[in-house]
Structure formats: C-alpha cells, structure tokens
C-alpha cells in the first residue's frame, strides 16, 4: 500500500467524503498554544493527529497515514488549536476536505502519542460524519 519512507515537509491533501464519511479519527489537545515540539526536526506549536484510518476508507485512499499531524485544514492554520476548534473547521468544510498534513515515522507517532489516559487530549471519530 505505502511504502515505509516518510516525506519530511508538509504535504496536502484532498478527502471527499464517502458514504462512511471521511474514514479517519482525529485526536489532540483540548486547550490552545502549548509547549513547541520537534517534528521530522521541525519546530511546531501541538498538532492535532490521525489517531486512525479505517482500510478503505476516503482518507486512506487520498493518502492519509496513521500519525499524520494535521498542520490546516480548508487552508486554516490550526498549529496550537484546540481539538473543538479542529473538529468545527471539518464540520464545516463540507463534503471535500483539504488537510496540510505533516507524516512521521510510526516511532516518531509513539513518542508523540500521549498515553490513552491523557485528560487533556479528546478524540473524534469521522468515519461516519
């Protein structure tokens, strides 16, 4: 499907909605701004990330990848966003969503990964939105 090389800079992408929705769950932060981390060696503010792609869905199929760190969407900044403020722009998109996303290793997504228990991170599902 995908090889296992991982581009360093930001790329875009373009979904269209499916009939199970865009096919990805989004997870991050809840509270705005928030302490820099080094991406591919990268400076960034916190990212919202894919926490999941369903197989065959419409993310999957425009290219995105598990641990994808969400950098815009529809061409809105959304380094340092809360997830709410994430969540609102897809909602709002309609049935195409551009994403500017940033792709790490699967060990880099570990060490970004904040544990499961983490109370200021929330999680979306949009496989069915």
């Known amino acids: 499907m995908f090889n296992s090389t991982v581009e360093n800079g930001p790329r875009e992408v373009h979904i269209t909605k499916s009939d199970t929705g ?5 997870r991050g932060q809840v509270s705005e701004g928030g302490q820099l981390r080094s991406i591919n060696g990268e400076l960034y503010a916190p990212l919202q990330h894919v926490s999941a ?6 993310a999957e199929k425009a290219g995105i990848r598990k641990g994808d760190r969400i950098l815009a969407v529809n061409n809105v900044n959304v380094e340092g966003a809360t997830h709410k403020q994430v969540v609102e722009l897809i909602k709002s998109g309609g049935d195409v969503l551009c994403l500017s996303v940033i792709s790490v290793s699967p060990e880099e997504a570990e060490r970004l990964e904040p544990p499961d228990d983490h ?3 929330q999680q979306l599902d949009y496989t069915e939105n």
């Open 22 to 26: 865009f096919g990805f769950n989004v």
């Open 53 to 58: 792609v369903l197989a065959g869905g419409a």
């Open 119 to 121: 109370a200021g991170y």
